[in-house]
Structure formats: C-alpha cells, structure tokens
C-alpha cells in the first residue's frame, strides 16, 4: 500500500520555467490537497480538491494552477516560476480527517 | 478563519525528560479537531495525536499525551521520556469538524531536539 506518492522528490528551475508537480494517491480518498511549507510558517493550503471534477482556491493559489485528473491524481503546476515559489510541497488525501500526506518536493527556483 | 499559535521555535530536552509544546487557536467554531504532527528530518509528516473537541477527556498516545483546554483555546503536548527519534519539528493542526472537505490550518511548528 504506497498511500501518497509524489514525483520529483527534487527540482530545480530557473526563473520563468514551468513545471507540474503530481500526486497519487491509491487509499480511493476523495478529498486532494496541495501544501507549501516555508519556514516559520507552517504548512500554508494552496489549492484543494473536495472530490474528483472539483478544485477550489485555498489560502496561497496565486501562480499556481491543478487539475484533478481523475480520482487518484491531483496535479500542481506552475506556469512561470519565481524564486519565492522556493518550498517545500506536499501532497495530501483525506477521508472522513484521516489525512495521508506525501513525502514532499523540495523545489528551488534560481 | 482560523488561526494557530505556536510560540515556541525551538525547544531542547534532555532524554528521558519531559516536554511540553504549547499550541494556542482562535475559532468561532464548537465542532473541530485538533492535531500534532511530527516531521523528522525525514521530511515525512507523521501524526502524532488527535484530538476531538467534543470529547472532554484528553487523548494520549503511549509517550504523547495532550492537554486540551476548550474554554481557554489550549492544546498543548505533553512527550514524555524522550527519546532521541523524537528530535523533530512539530506542528500543531486545525480541522473545522464541519468542513467536510477536510482543510488542515497549521501552525508555524516547533523543533523540538533531544540531547544525550
């Protein structure tokens, strides 16, 4: 049982690159999430996905878009990255508050 | 919106003592759960505990136990006999009960190092 899994655990980009993070989890959870942690912030939501043809804005959206695929993947893209999109990511599924979270990607922008 | 409060970057413990992280949020809701998660250097998020609000007894997990304050919007942790695996970051984590979606609000965290 793999839970959530994310690719690239590692990325670097340089300014104006695009990119998509993706996210799969295999625990039929409806609920998808996008986190950025930054230091001495906590873990910020970016986008989420209540359930399969839904997304929605959480607190941090501007400069990223996600597409909900199907209901195992949830998809992270940045169009035009800018070095304060320098973070750590994770992904994560939830059912009923039981969250999973991925292993993150720790993406630098240059 | 909800918000968070940990005000303690950093804290040292020595093995096999006792620490104690404190966590503090402000909500106008009644129904909600509360979490503390651990990243180890591992990155991984881990939970630790959780927390129902509607229940008045304070949960614990073999060494983590919790002391939850509803009135006074209090959550801290509470590692007993610490070990060196729990050299860790921890974050403290908020749940409306009512979004069924699932939104997880976080605090800043706390690295907790435990020294020999």
């Keep these: 049982n793999a839970g959530v899994t994310q690719t690239p655990k590692f990325q670097v980009l340089k300014t104006g690159q695009s990119m998509t993070l ?3 989890q295999d625990m039929n959870h ?7 942690q930054d230091p001495g912030m906590g873990l910020r939501l970016i986008y989420y996905s209540a359930s399969e043809g839904t997304t929605d804005k959480g607190e941090v959206p501007n400069g990223y878009n996600v597409s909900r695929l199907n209901k195992r993947e949830f998809s992270l893209r940045l169009e035009s990255a800018a070095p304060s999109q320098t973070s750590v990511y994770f992904c994560a599924s939830s059912e009923r508050g039981g ?4 292993s993150g990607t720790r993406l630098t922008v240059v | 919106a909800q918000t968070v409060t940990q005000s303690q970057p950093e804290m040292s413990v020595q093995e096999a003592e006792t620490v104690t992280l404190s966590c503090t949020y402000d909500t106008s809701e009644n129904n909600y759960y509360l979490f503390w998660y651990k990243q180890p250097p591992s990155r991984q998020m881990i939970l630790v505990i959780r927390q129902e609000a509607y229940k008045q007894q304070n949960a614990t997990e073999n060494r983590f136990s919790v002391n939850f304050q509803k009135a006074a919007k209090s959550f801290s942790l509470k590692i007993s006999d610490s070990q060196l695996g729990d050299t860790a970051m921890y974050f403290c984590a908020f ?4 979004d069924s979606w699932g939104k997880l609000q976080f605090g800043a965290g706390t690295q907790v190092v435990v020294t020999p």
């Design chain 1, 30 to 36: 409806n609920s998808m999430y996008w986190y950025r």
């Design chain 2, 95 to 98: 749940m409306k009960r009512s």
């Design chain 1, 22 to 24: 993706q996210c799969a």
């Design chain 1, 99 to 102: 969250y999973t979270f991925g």
